[in-house]
C-alpha cells in the first residue's frame, strides 16, 4: 500500500499543542494538516491515545521527534524505535523528522536538542545511524537543523555540508528551520543566506517557522513569540528557491489564543500561494 | 599530523562534558568549544539554563500543589536541587519526578522551616499518583460473563486486579482536602482555613469505570476496604481474600463488597 505523502500537502499547517485542542476541532477547515510532537504521543493507551484518535482521524499528520538522539555515541535505542514505529504506522503519518543532535548520554537523558562537533567521524557515525532508522522504520525520515549557542573548534565540515552529506550518503529529506539558520547566524556567526545557497534544497520537504526570544546580544530558540521579520524574509527566500512546501508554524511556550496562531499559519499560507504561480530555482538535488 | 587529529573531539567527550554541566560543572564544555559571536559561556549558560528548566518545569507542573503551599521561589529551589541530583533516565518528561516525594521527606526532616509542614510528603505522593493515574493505560471493563463461569474452584484460585490507573494511598494527613483548597483558584492568596488533621486517610486514585472516562477521582475509604484493596494489589487470592476479609453484617458474614469494587472500575480483571 502506497503510504500518504508530505508532498501532497504544501500548505501551511500548525504544530498541535493540547491547550488548543477544542479550538482546532472545531476549526479543523481552517488547518490543512497539524505536526505533533512525537513523544508525546507515545502511550498506546489512556487520555493520550483517546486524544490521538481523535486528531489522526480529523487531520493528515506529522510526527517531530526529540528523542532519537541521533547524534549520541550509543546505538539507536531499539525499544524506542519500535515505539515510534507503532505510532507512525497506526497514525498514517505523512512524514517522520528529528533533529540533528543528541539529547542521551552514557547516563542520563538531557531535555534539551544539543549539538555536536560536525566531523568525518560524526558524519560516517550519525549516517550510520540514519540508515539504522530507515531500515527499521521502513520510511525515509526528515532530519532537521537545529539552534545552537556553542561551536566547536575542530568542525570538518559546516553545517550545511553536514547535512548535505548525510542526505546524500542516507537519503534522508530536510527539515529546514528558517528561524533556526537566522539564530545560528545571530549567535555564532555563521550565514544564513550562505547556508541556504548551499543545502540539497531539493530535499527539503518541510520547512519550520517559530519565533525566538531575544536575550541581551543573543536570541534563544524558545518557540514563544510570533516569527520575526528576519525570519519572514529568509523563509521567502527559501520557497523562491524550492517552490511551495509544507510548511509549519512552531509555538510551545507562552502558547498564545488559537487567533494568533492561524494569523501566522496565514502569512506562510500566503506566501506558499504567492510561490505557486513561480517556478521553483532549485528543482533538481545539488550538492555543495 | 594535523590538530584535529592530535586533539579530536570524540562525541564521548561531548557528552561527558554535557553531563558534567547538568551536574553543575562548567569547565568540561568550555574546554572543547571555540570562540563566538555570543561568547563560550554564555552559550554554555543558554544549555545549563533551558535543560534544567525543562526539568524544573516538569517538577512544577506535576507538583502544582506543593508549589503553590511553598511559594514560587522555595519551590524552584528545593526543585532545582531536586533535578540536580536526580537525573533524567528515562526518555519522558512524564514520568520524571518518581522520587521527588521521597526527597520531600528528606527535606522535611531536614529543614526546620518544613517541621510544621509535614503533610507535604503525603501530599507529594497523592500528586505523584494523580500524575501516574493519569498516564495510565486505558482500562477494559471487567469480564463479569467469562467470571459467571468459571468453577467454584477456579475461582477460589484466582487474583484480582486493580485497574492500572488505580492508585492506593494512606496518609496520616487530610491531603485530599489541602489538595482539593489548594486547586480552587480563589484561594491562590488565601491561608488554609482548615485544620490540618493528623490522623488516618486512606485514599484511592482512579479514573472511574466508563472506559473513555479521564477524570481523575480521590475517594476516600476506611480502613477495611484500604486493606481488602492492598490485599488485592499484593496478589491475594480469591478464597484468601473472602476468609481473611468476611465481616459480620446484621448477622451475615458477607465477603468483601467485590461488586463495588468492579462497578467503579477499582477492579478491572482476574487472572487465573
Known sequence: MERSSLASVKSAGLGFRMPHFADIMKRRDEVPWIELLLDNWLCEDGIVADRLERLVNTFPVTFHGVGLSIASSSPVDEEYLQQVKTLLDKSDALVYSEHLSFSRTKSQFIPDLLPFPFTTKTLEHVANKIDFVQTSLNRQMLIENVSAYIDFPNNDFSEEDFITDLVKRTGCGLLLDVNNMYVNQVNLGRDAEKALNHLPLAAVQEVHLGGHEAAEGFLIDAHNNKVCPEVWEIYQQTINLTGPVASLIEWDNDIPSFEVLLGEQQVAQGILNAAKTNKPLVDEIKYG | MDEKQKNPILLDDTEDAFDALMRG????????????????????????????????????????????????????????????????????????????????????????????????????????????????????????????????????????????????????????????????????????????????????????????????????????????????????????????????????????????????????????
Request: contains cysteine.
Open chain 2, 25 to 272: 560543572e562548567l569547565s568540561d564544555l568550555s574546554k572543547l568549544l571555540k570562540d563566538t559571536p555570543i561568547g563560550q559561556s554564555v552559550g554554555v549558560d543558554v544549555y545549563r539554563q533551558t535543560s534544567m528548566s525543562a526539568l524544573i518545569n516538569a517538577i512544577k507542573e506535576t507538583f502544582e500543589t506543593c508549589r503553590h503551599i511553598l511559594g514560587d521561589d522555595y519551590f524552584n529551589q528545593c526543585a532545582t536541587s531536586f533535578c540536580q541530583l536526580y537525573p533524567l533516565f528515562q526518555n519522558d518528561l512524564n514520568s520524571y519526578g518518581s522520587d521527588f516525594p521521597a526527597y520531600m521527606v528528606e527535606l522535611v526532616e531536614t529543614r526546620e522551616e518544613l517541621a510544621s509542614l509535614k503533610f507535604l510528603c503525603d501530599l507529594s505522593s497523592l500528586e505523584w499518583a494523580l500524575n501516574e493515574t493519569f498516564f495510565a493505560k486505558k482500562k477494559h471493563p471487567f469480564d463479569l460473563e467469562k467470571f459467571g463461569k468459571l468453577t467454584d474452584e477456579q475461582r477460589g484460585k484466582l487474583t484480582l486486579k486493580l485497574g492500572s490507573d488505580v492508585r492506593l494511598l494512606h496518609s496520616h494527613y487530610n491531603v485530599k482536602d489541602i489538595y482539593t483548597f489548594h486547586r480552587q483558584e480563589e484561594n491562590i492568596i488565601n491561608e488554609c482555613s482548615f485544620d490540618v488533621i493528623s490522623d488516618n486517610h486512606f485514599y484511592v486514585i482512579h479514573r472511574g469505570s466508563a472506559e473513555t472516562n479521564f477524570e481523575l477521582l480521590i475517594e476516600q475509604v476506611d480502613s477495611y476496604n484500604y486493606s481488602v484493596l492492598s490485599a488485592i494489589k499484593n496478589e491475594s487470592c480469591f478464597i484468601d481474600l473472602c476468609e481473611n476479609f468476611a465481616r459480620d453484617i446484621d448477622g451475615d458474614m458477607q465477603p468483601p463488597p467485590f461488586g463495588d469494587y468492579i462497578s467503579k472500575g477499582i477492579i478491572s480483571d482476574f487472572i487465573l
